[in-house]
């Protein structure tokens, strides 16, 4: 099994440009989870999707966009990048078979 | 929400000595508290975690308590070694599909 996996690794948008963060697991999670980690903030929730068909908002949703594509895949969207969106992008996927979250490599991005 | 603070937020010890990581939790609804480990550059991995029915867990060199009433939970690292050095975080949850963070401690263990 692969786990949970993200692309891209690194990112360098300029401000305003588009993009979108992919997840995608193998682990049969029910949920699946975008966090932000920023230097001592810890994790914060951006948006989590308790099931396949179900999107709910985080703790710091703004300037974000979800989609739950099916029970494998999760993304994660920026219509405008801000420079404070600049980031360490985790996934993440609990359920299924462990009700524990298990966290993909990341994606740094960098918004200039 | 939840609000988790953890302290203290940079860990010093001499290699064999033991270090404890504080976290309280702000909703005493909250009944799962796992800890994490992350390495420079690495994803968090889950170290160990406690549910609310529990006082105590050990694994290893590695333990966890929680006191309820007092709403807080603590780690303890027991014979430190060099790859525990690491960043250590703690999180809560209501079972709502929420895990809330604390901000984290950096343990450096020193040889």
């Known amino acids: 099994n692969a786990g949970v996996t993200q692309t891209p690794k690194f990112q360098v948008l300029k401000t305003g440009q588009s993009m979108t963060l992919q997840c995608a697991q193998d682990m049969n999670h029910n949920s699946m989870y975008w966090y932000r980690q920023d230097p001592g903030m810890g994790l914060r929730l951006i948006y989590y999707?308790?099931?396949?068909?179900?999107?709910d908002k985080g703790e710091v949703p703004n300037g974000y966009n979800v989609s739950r594509l099916n029970k494998r895949e999760f993304s994660l969207r920026l219509e405008s990048a801000a420079p404070s969106q600049t980031s360490v992008y985790f996934c993440?996927?609990?359920?299924?078979?462990?009700?524990?979250?298990?966290f993909g490599p990341g994606t740094r991005l960098t918004v200039l | 929400g939840e609000n988790v603070e953890q302290h203290p937020s940079t860990l010093s010890v001499q290699e064999g000595d033991s270090a404890v990581i504080k976290c309280t939790y702000s909703d005493s609804a909250s009944n799962y508290f796992p800890w994490y480990k992350q390495e420079l550059g690495k994803r968090p991995q889950l170290i160990i975690d406690?549910?609310?029915?529990?006082g105590e867990k050990k694994d290893q060199r590695i333990a966890v308590t929680l006191n309820k009433t007092a709403k807080h939970f603590s780690l303890h690292i027991t014979e430190t070694q060099p790859e525990d050095s690491a960043v250590y975080f703690c999180a809560a949850s209501k079972g709502d599909y929420k895990l809330s963070f604390g901000a984290g401690t950096t343990v450096t263990v020193r040889a």
């Open positions: 993440a996927g609990e359920g299924g078979d462990t009700d524990t979250q298990y």
């Open positions: 406690i549910r609310s029915n529990v």
């Open positions: 999707s308790a099931s396949e068909g179900t999107t």
